[in-house]
């Protein structure tokens, strides 16, 4: 955690404004979230404001409406480029997941844009499927304002937390015992992030499985 704040801290605070809002925007405009979660980034931005490295209103702000522009120019990429896009060959290894987020659109309508932003798989991908289903504009802008408000305040301030958080635990008993309780969160989250993984490879099996050529 040490290494990381002293990281964070060495960057221009300037440019940490900027890649944070270039990763969340990217995220949701060009599929980059299939590598790089968006609130890995909005998280870390709410490190730096925790350090005064930054201000957390201007972060959140900027998290804020880089989500809800990046949703929208998703939304267009699908509308104008969406059956294309979704029949590329390059998807063809996501697309259990994909049918299972067209599904999800199709039942909740606008509630899948809201509640898509919660999973990285579809933060990814909500937006241009919403586009690729003509879902109205005005429709798609309000749960994606809503969305995009809820996940970027709760993010950053999530970092902020952890940052002040972490503080106050290493003032109190100690660094070492403050990165102790650190590893032991991330490795509580990375254990996480597996099951969640293999439920999706699950799927992608089971796909691929219903799929295959007699």
């Known amino acids: 955690m040490d290494s990381l704040m002293h990281r964070i801290l060495d960057i221009s605070p ?5 890649i944070v809002t270039l990763l969340v925007f ?15 980034a ?4 709410g490190v730096a404001a925790s350090q005064h490295h930054v201000v957390l209103w201007a972060m959140i702000l900027l998290v804020v409406a880089a989500a809800i522009v990046g949703d ?12 294309r896009l979704l029949g590329a060959s390059i998807l063809d290894r996501h697309r259990g997941r994909l049918d299972k987020a067209q599904d999800f659109l199709a039942r909740r309508g606008g509630w899948a844009v809201f509640l898509g932003r919660w999973t990285a798989f579809f933060r990814a991908v909500m937006p241009a499927l919403a586009g690729t289903a003509r879902m109205p504009y005005p429709k798609f802008l309000a749960y994606n304002a809503t969305g995009g408000i809820v996940w970027g305040i709760t993010f950053v301030v999530l970092g902020f937390v952890a940052g002040q958080s972490y503080e106050a635990v290493a003032k109190t008993v100690g660094r070492t015992a403050a990165i102790v309780v650190v590893v032991l969160v991330i490795a509580a989250l990375i254990v996480w992030k597996l099951r969640e993984r293999h439920r999706e490879q699950t799927l992608e099996q089971r796909y691929e499985a219903a799929h295959k050529p007699e």
Do not use: C, N, Q, R
């Open 14 to 18: 300037v440019w940490v404004y900027v």
């Open 26 to 40: 990217a995220e949701d405009a060009i599929f980059i979230g299939f590598i790089i979660p968006g609130e890995t």
């Open 42 to 45: 909005a998280v870390l931005g």
């Open 72 to 83: 929208s120019v998703g939304y267009e990429v699908g509308k104008h480029l969406g059956t």
